[in-house]
Antibody, heavy 119, light 108 residues
Framework: QVQVQQWGAGLLKPSETLSLTCVVLGTSITDSSWSWIRQSPGKGLEWICEITDSGTTNYNPSLRSRVSISVDTSKSQLSLNLTSLTAADTAVYYC?????????????WGRGTTVTVSS | EIVLTQSPGTLSLSPGERATLSCRASQRVYAKYLAWYQQKPGQAPRLVMYGASSRAAGVPDRFSGSGSGTDFTLTISRLEPEDCAVYYCQQYDDSVLTFGGGTKVEIK
């Protein structure tokens, strides 16, 4: 059974960098594409970025300049870095699986990591 | 970037009633690129429909999806109390993924 477990710093200050990690269990991380998605308090879902099964990275144009995504295959881990944080980055951050290049939906989601940006 | 607009914002219905949720795209979306998610408070989203009309594993058959082009619909034929949630549509186009703003389904 495929599972994803997430962790990362929960309280950060403005201008700092957010680093989040997601570990993938029960499948090879390179068999699928992986996304980071966030949800601000009381708001909808916002896709941040994706790394495909072939290693291609895709970004939300509005966040591209501050975001990086990577995979460590040896640890089966997915990582997100988001720089120059502001209060607007306060959200629950999810990692999620897109099963492969010919699938266009997320079928497995992590439980989410709550991130608060405050001075 | 394709913008998805969901309506209504909130749907308040009685158990057993039919719920019809709309998702309208700013440009044509191929049906295979359209999905729906259910999100309950404090939980991660759960896939309910993909390819516009295919139910995800474990989703009851009272859920159905339809549509093409710019207009897509998620229908819950007979509302159950456990269907209370926010529902989001999502599309994938040109390596960019977007979500609609969501429809909240409430039980009267």
């Amino acid at each position: 059974q495929v599972q994803v477990q997430q962790w990362g710093a929960g309280l950060l200050k403005p201008s700092e960098t957010l680093s989040l990690t997601c570990v993938v269990l029960g499948t090879s991380i390179t068999d699928s594409s992986w996304s980071w998605i966030r949800q601000s308090p009381g708001k909808g879902l916002e896709w941040i970025c994706e790394i495909t099964d072939s290693g291609t990275t895709n970004y939300n144009p509005s966040l591209r300049s501050r975001v990086s995504i990577s995979v460590d295959t040896s640890k089966s881990q997915l990582s997100l870095n988001l720089t120059s944080l502001t209060a607007a980055d306060t959200a629950v951050y999810y990692c999620a699986r897109r099963p492969g290049r010919h699938y266009y939906y997320m079928d497995i989601w992590g439980r989410g990591t709550t991130v608060t940006v405050s001075s | 970037e394709i913008v998805l607009t969901q309506s209504p914002g909130t749907l308040s219905l009685s158990p057993g009633e039919r719920a019809t949720l709309s998702c309208r795209a700013s440009q044509r979306v191929y049906a295979k690129y359209l999905a729906w998610y259910q999100q309950k408070p404090g939980q991660a989203p759960r896939l309910v429909m993909y390819g516009a009309s295919s139910r995800a594993a474990g989703v009851p058959d009272r859920f159905s999806g339809s549509g093409s082009g710019t207009d897509f619909t998620l229908t819950i034929s007979r509302l159950e109390p456990e269907d209370c949630a926010v529902y989001y549509c999502q599309q994938y186009d040109d390596s960019v993924l977007t979500f609609g703003g969501g429809t909240k389904v409430e039980i009267k």
